[in-house]
């Protein structure tokens, strides 16, 4: 069994592309197969179950248009921590970011500006991602001019962003003063903003009653910048020089400070519109409690897409089809929804960890077989 | 493990020779995707002698000695051992290092595999099969004591592996092969991270323990140490046998010929060059090292275009700040660098390129080249911002082809292709992709040429063949009216190359010679620290 997938993949797929989704692809599957495993010593249906899932994701018009806008903001968040990797720096602060992003971008969209609804939306992006790019760009800075490591600035800069987004709609207690930017009207008494002005809505995209906004078609547009951005221009190789080698980047004239700035806020920008799109386009508000860990989830993303951004995409997909059918998979086969948060963590695992699949289908290690050289000799001139 | 395919073989069969045949390979062949990197290779080691496996990077010696060792399993070919009877062998089947340790055959790799924070006796039990359950390290360490008095390794085996200098620890990793009762012992290239001291005290090691009659492999591309520490050698090119002979009938240049397949120069000459002044000045400049401690200290220099200063010293007396203060990656805390001049002290790397300053990096993978990007990016590596390889924020994918493609050409870089990543080549095709990239391309912008080339070890690890293309490609660049600051541990190197040597110690520069007039023992005591 374990030969037969292993030679289907290998035969049916072409050899470099294979390479990149060959771990993922198995990673996957031998997650789902130990889920149902797992299903069972509990006594429930794994095929109910998965079915239930695949059902709730993709089974009708209005689920398919809920697991794509489940998928946005993961395909923001994976970019972002995907681009900061490829430039050898590891952004652990996308969940901060994301919140200064979205408090950002319901500042702009509660603003009544009295200008274009283009211009409205357009500006709300803006903000937001520039706040997502302040809040990634200051650990950069802190990088590049003091050597502070980003993985902990960043991590204390969630801390700061989300309690600082908290603190700007807080209502306030006894003799505290309000948020500025929480909702002013004294009927509200749920800490967050007002609705965000019609004008400063994403559009909505025509596809059956679910509300389908604009981002989808953002997130892939963003996709292929950072492609173009990493691998087609002057500046994407710098960047991949720094990931691969740093002394190397340096030696060739590569400015480290400059580069490290630029990268964190460009990722820094990608997660703050991860937060952008999810106010914009589904809450139409600020509130604190928006968010369900995409900050986090988007590491996860990145490392199954492998820090491609087609991959990115792709594993975004997956883990909106498996947050957007777990619901469903807990009416059809009374399998609680958490059973998924376990698949999803194995995934992971099994990526991390891809010795394991390596093991099972009996792969060989990635470069194994190029750690020969394949050149000798000063030549025969 | 799987050691049960055992046939014994007839005496006749074993070459006669007084030493006892301790081991023997025949028609050992291993291939490798699109390569084939042994091609029914024999090889005979006796006991009670020191053999050397010689041949160019990428010749299929590290291959044979892993299929000896267990970590490769030959394609086709038998491995005999000796099995204590007189003559006799047996055809041995070693499927793990684990399986060729418990036959006796132990290896010492060139990148040591030791715990830096355990002591000598825990990294020499660290693996052992069979240690019990309370450790006794004093009784190992009085083992240990007996075994490196007998073989005249000096060890404290209280002592933490951190403590031990690089030839110390190499005496460990052989003391570990010792204590597991280890007959056949093979090092690959143990003299590389050795000073000439070290080296020759590992020399008579060797012989300590050839007369203990164990089996020695010496895997090596240096002919002088093959010559003097080596009874017999087997020579190996692309993947075969070449010769097989003793030191004693042989001499150095008939070994590089075997090696090389055609004749080496080991001295270049010089043509004149008219001297033109001023291509590099450096004023009193002074800088710390990486940890904040004083490395360069008042080093004054002034290089005419087409003059080759060498730099001798010890290594770590401030020879690789000096690289980096002249190239831009290490900042000067006094002190002026001019290039052309232009002021360019303390500018940015950028900066230095776009002055004309090229740099061979001491550390060929570890700064020099990217080595998982591809050999096309790794030439481009410094012209890439300019056209025609970039046009605005676009990388040209044809002219970047293009482009590297001809560099490939032009410098002879064998490899597979542009696209291969720079990893895989062998040290010499690396050093030549470097050459190319510093001597061809420049800045990229077809403005400035080299005008400077700092270059730092640039034959270090590369067999004969290669050694004399660098030096023959610096050569060429200082007629072009390049001034080449040649930094070397290689006095040869220096003596044959340069036209001044300055000779630095403890971040100073002791004394600066004309290399005609210098003499081996002038430039010695000056390496020692003392002033001329």
């Known amino acids: 069994m374990q030969r037969i997938t292993s030679v289907i993949l290998r035969r049916y797929i072409p050899a470099a592309f294979a390479r990149g989704l060959i771990i993922p692809i198995l990673a996957v599957f031998t997650a789902i197969v130990v889920g149902s495993i797992f299903m069972m010593i509990n006594n429930y249906d794994p095929l109910a179950a998965y079915g239930g899932m695949l059902d709730g994701a993709l089974g009708s018009k209005r689920a398919i248009a809920r697991t794509i806008l489940n998928s946005v903001p993961f395909v923001f968040g994976g970019l972002s921590v995907a681009f900061a990797f490829k430039g050898g720096l590891f952004n652990i602060g996308g969940e901060g970011q994301l919140f200064m992003g979205a408090v950002a971008a319901a500042w702009i969209g509660v603003t009544a500006l009295g200008i274009p609804p283009w211009l409205h939306v357009f500006l709300s992006l803006l903000a937001g991602c520039i706040a997502g790019a302040i809040w990634g760009g200051i650990p950069g800075a802190l990088k590049a001019f003091t050597g502070a490591h980003e993985v902990i600035t960043t991590i204390m800069f969630n801390f700061i962003g989300i309690v600082f987004a908290g603190w700007l709609v807080s209502k306030g207690g006894e003799g505290q003063k309000q948020g500025p930017l929480v909702d002013p009207d004294p009927m509200n008494i749920v800490p967050r903003t007002a609705e965000i002005a019609e004008s400063a809505r994403l559009p909505l995209l025509e596809w059956g009653r679910e509300p389908m906004h604009l981002g989808i078609i953002l997130a892939l547009v963003a996709a292929a910048l950072i492609w173009w951005l990493v691998w087609k221009t002057p500046f994407g190789f710098g960047l991949r020089m720094l990931g691969l080698n740093p002394s190397a980047a340096r030696y060739s004239g590569v400015s480290v400070v400059r580069n490290t700035v630029i990268t964190m806020a460009v990722a820094g920008g990608l997660a703050g519109l991860a937060g952008t799109v999810e106010t914009l386009g589904r809450n139409y508000y600020f509130a604190p409690n928006f968010n369900v860990g995409y900050g986090f989830d988007s590491i996860a993303i990145a490392l199954l897409g492998r820090n491609h951004p087609i991959g990115v995409v792709l594993s975004a997909l997956l883990f909106g089809v498996m947050d957007a059918g777990s619901t469903r998979m807990q009416l059809n086969a009374h399998v609680p929804s958490e059973i998924i948060k376990v698949v999803q963590a194995l995934i992971l695992a099994f990526v991390a960890a891809n010795e394991i699949i390596r093991y099972i289908y009996r792969l060989r290690a990635e470069g194994e077989e190029e750690e020969v050289v394949l050149s000798t000799g000063w030549g025969k001139r | ?532």
């Open chain 2, 1 to 532: 493990m799987d050691s049960g395919r055992i046939t014994v073989v007839s005496a006749n069969n074993m070459s006669m020779v007084k030493l006892p045949v301790a081991v023997e390979m025949r028609g050992i062949v291993k291939r490798f995707p699109g390569v084939l990197a042994n091609d029914r290779v024999n090889l005979s080691i006796k006991s009670g002698e020191v053999h050397a496996l010689l041949g160019e990077n990428g010749a299929g010696k590290t291959t044979l000695m892993s299929a000896l060792c267990g970590l490769y399993r030959p394609d086709e070919g038998d491995i005999c051992l000796a099995d204590g009877s007189v003559g006799g062998a047996k055809v041995v089947d070693i499927g793990s290092p684990r399986d060729a340790i418990q036959f006796g055959i132990g290896m010492v790799h060139q990148h040591f595999r030791l715990v830096h924070n355990q002591t000598v006796s825990e990294n020499v039990i660290l693996g052992l099969a069979d240690t019990p359950l309370h450790l006794d390290l004093k009784s190992v360490g009085g083992r240990l004591l007996e075994i490196s008095e007998r073989y005249g390794l000096p060890v404290d085996p209280e002592a933490y592996v951190w403590q031990l200098s690089v030839g110390e620890q190499q005496r460990v990793e052989i003391l570990k092969l010792l204590f597991r009762g280890a007959e056949v012992l093979i090092l690959d290239e143990p003299t590389a991270v050795l000073t000439p001291n070290e080296a020759s005290e590992l020399g008579n090691t060797l012989r300590h323990m050839c007369a203990e009659g164990k089996a020695v492999v010496f895997i090596s591309h240096k002919l002088d140490e093959v010559m003097s520490f080596c009874d017999r050698v087997t020579v190996l090119r692309d993947g075969r046998n070449v010769a097989a002979l003793s030191t004693r009938e042989t001499d150095k240049k008939a070994l590089a010929k075997l090696m090389v397949g055609r004749e080496v120069l080991f001295r270049l000459d010089k043509s004149e060059v008219a001297f033109a002044e001023g291509a590099l000045s450096v004023e009193h400049i002074s800088a710390f090292n990486d940890k904040g401690l004083s490395a360069l200290h008042d080093v004054s220099l002034s290089l005419a275009g087409g003059e080759v200063v060498g730099v001798a010293g010890v290594a770590g007396n401030g020879q690789r700040e000096l690289a980096e203060a002249l190239t831009g990656l290490r900042k000067v805390t006094s002190g002026k660098v001019c290039v052309n001049g232009q002021d360019v002290t303390n500018q940015s790397p950028l900066r230095f390129i776009r002055a004309g300053v090229s740099h061979i990096p001491g550390d060929r993978l570890g700064m020099g080249l990217a080595g998982n990007l591809p050999v096309s990016d790794n030439l481009i590596m410094k012209a890439f911002r300019h056209r025609p390889l970039s046009v605005g924020p676009f990388l040209s994918k044809t002219a970047i082809s293009q482009f590297s493609d001809s560099l490939i050409e032009a410098f002879d870089v064998v490899t597979p292709s542009r696209n291969t990543p720079a990893r895989n080549l062998s040290g010499g095709n690396q050093q030549k992709a470097i050459l190319a990239r510093e001597i061809a391309t420049g800045d990229g912008s077809g403005d400035v040429g080299v005008n400077v080339l700092i270059a730092v070890q640039p034959t270090r690890g590369l067999d004969v063949g290669a050694t004399e293309g660098v030096r023959r490609a610096l050569l060429e660049q200082r007629e072009k009216g390049t001034a080449i600051v040649l930094i070397s541990e290689d006095l040869d190197e220096l003596l044959s190359l340069s036209d001044r040597i300055a000779v630095m110690h403890a971040g100073k520069i002791m004394g600066l010679v004309r290399a005609v007039d210098a003499n081996m023992e002038e430039i010695g005591l000056m390496m020692a620290g003392e002033a001329s």
